[in-house]
């Protein structure tokens, strides 16, 4: 079945740095994935939805200059926390959908437990 | 706006009992709707992926179904088991132009060995 890789898996930084996290679709390609935030025990919340070749779609109260998306090509996808502070503490989680196949099921990363201290 | 609810919240059963997960959406208008397993602090598994033309789909154990004119979904897990426990989450894709996809908060599911 379709595997979506998520790198690194945890990543521990301080306050003030950036962090990057890479969403890769390994067996197929993916014109669109998306980026979810979970806190612990909420439901996942879209916050960016990442075109391959332009530019990413951000959700409501999701500050794009601060989680910058890009989408280089149709299987790579990254997602860059920039100057991090304690409260960007999450889980954070990417998706992918099979290219041309709007009806086909989402596949999910593992996704990234980022902790700011 | 579409809005997905899961009842309840908590769910504790002893092993091998069969038991059913619910899932409401506000907007009947959907393209699919997707149940997913997440164990604590992994990503989802899809589980099963319902059209909006289908009313059921079966994967070993687990059944879900799809009732859009209501906006309902639910889940059955026959003969559960230890390895079920996780917490379980339904998705809707509505039917316009964005894309989105609109999760509910998930039932925690606790199986007693």
């Known amino acids: 079945g379709a595997v979506v890789s998520q790198h690194p898996s945890r990543v521990i930084c301080k306050s003030g740095t950036s962090v990057k996290i890479e969403c890769r679709s390994l067996?197929?390609?993916?014109?669109?994935m998306f980026w979810y935030r979970q806190f612990p025990k909420q439901s996942l919340m879209l916050m960016a939805t990442s075109n391959e070749g332009s530019k990413a779609t951000y959700e409501q109260g999701v500050e794009k200059d601060k989680f910058l998306i890009n989408h280089a090509s149709l299987t790579l996808s990254t997602l860059t926390v920039t100057s991090a502070h304690p409260e960007d503490s999450s889980f954070y989680i990417c998706?992918?959908?099979?290219?041309?196949?709007?009806?086909?099921?989402?596949?999910f990363g593992n996704g990234t437990r980022l902790t700011v201290t | 706006k579409q809005e997905v609810t899961q009842i309840p919240a908590a769910l504790s059963v002893p092993e091998g009992e069969n038991l059913v997960l619910n899932c409401s959406f506000t907007?009947?208008?959907?393209?699919?709707l997707q149940w997913f397993r997440q164990d604590p602090g992994k990503g989802l598994t899809s589980l099963l992926l319902?059209?909006?033309?289908?009313r059921e789909q079966t994967s070993g154990r687990l059944n879900a179904s799809l009732d859009k004119s209501s906006g309902r979904s639910t889940l059955y897990i026959a003969a559960s088991q230890p390895g079920d426990s996780a917490t379980y989450l339904c998705a809707v894709k509505s039917q316009n132009r964005d894309d989105k996809i609109i999760f509910g908060k998930g039932t925690r599911l606790h199986i007693l060995p």
């Open positions: 907007d009947s208008a959907i393209y699919n």
């Open positions: 067996d197929f390609q993916a014109t669109t």
């Open positions: 998706s992918a959908r099979s290219r041309g196949l709007n009806n086909s099921p989402l596949h």
């Open positions: 319902i059209q909006s033309s289908q």
